[in-house]
């Protein structure tokens, strides 16, 4: 199994103020992954994260509004930028672990209030 | 492209009594992993239970079991002996084996499961 924490836990912010949310594995990890969990709806991926190089985004998620960074194999921020409180949602940071990658493990995940 | 699909969105159990939340995906791959994750009030999404889709027998953690049909595209997850504890938001969500296939999770919308005394 992997532990991951996440900092901070919640925060409330204005809008157009940026936020870093860091996110800490106990283990090397190749790929970690940051999803966005809005009220009352499921987990979806913004990107992923491989250490050395560019993070990947999916559709409707772009570099400028959410950067990533990888500096090392236990450790990434995501940022939001340029906030609005459509931005208020958990985001949370992910791994894979095993063998295989076979097992998916996620943080405590950060809550975020946009005024 | 790969989708999940929780039709209940909520269920009651007694406690101590079994009950079964249902999902179902659909791919046009053979290779993949599919999960349980049950998030509380706290948020934490915590795995419950994974099934590779190469295993012909369901996989087992204690009180939770699936009933892993492929050719149905049905995974649903049984959980025996309920406790309180076991209230939360469950998500089914499906990740590709296939190369070249995406790494994300694919979830469902969740189900609400509440546990009576």
């Known amino acids: 199994s992997a532990v991951i924490s996440q900092k901070p836990s919640r925060d409330i912010c204005q809008r157009g103020t940026s936020l870093t949310i860091q996110c800490q594995v106990d283990?090397?990890?190749?790929?970690m992954f940051w999803y966005r969990q809005q009220p009352g709806q499921s987990l979806t991926l913004i990107a992923t994260?491989?250490?050395?190089?560019?993070?990947?985004?999916e559709s409707g998620f772009v570099i400028d509004k959410f950067p990533i960074s990888r500096p090392n194999l236990t450790f990434s921020t995501l940022t939001v930028s340029n906030m609005s409180p459509e931005d208020s949602s958990i985001y949370l940071c992910?791994?894979?672990?095993?063998?295989?990658?076979?097992?998916?493990?996620f943080g405590p995940g950060t809550r975020l209030l946009v005024l | 492209a790969q989708t999940v699909t929780q039709s209940q969105p909520e269920m009651s159990v007694q406690e101590a009594e079994t009950v079964t939340l249902s999902c179902t995906y659909d791919?046009?791959?053979?290779?993949?992993?599919l999960f349980w994750y049950k998030q509380p009030p706290s948020r934490q999404m915590i795995l419950v239970i994974r099934?590779?889709?190469?295993?012909?027998q369901n996989a087992t953690e204690n009180r939770f079991s699936v009933n892993f049909q492929k050719a149905a595209k049905s995974f649903s997850l049984k959980i025996s002996d309920s406790q309180l504890g076991d209230a939360a938001m469950y998500f089914c969500a499906y990740r590709s084996l296939t190369q070249g296939g995406s790494e994300k999770l694919v979830f469902g919308k969740g189900m609400k499961l509440t546990v009576n005394p």
């Open positions: 994260a491989n250490q050395g190089s560019e993070a990947t985004y």
């Open positions: 791919t046009s791959e053979s290779d993949y992993y």
């Open positions: 099934q590779e889709a190469y295993k012909q």
């Open positions: 283990s090397q990890v190749t790929m």
């Open positions: 992910s791994v894979q672990t095993g063998t295989w990658g076979e097992t998916q493990y």
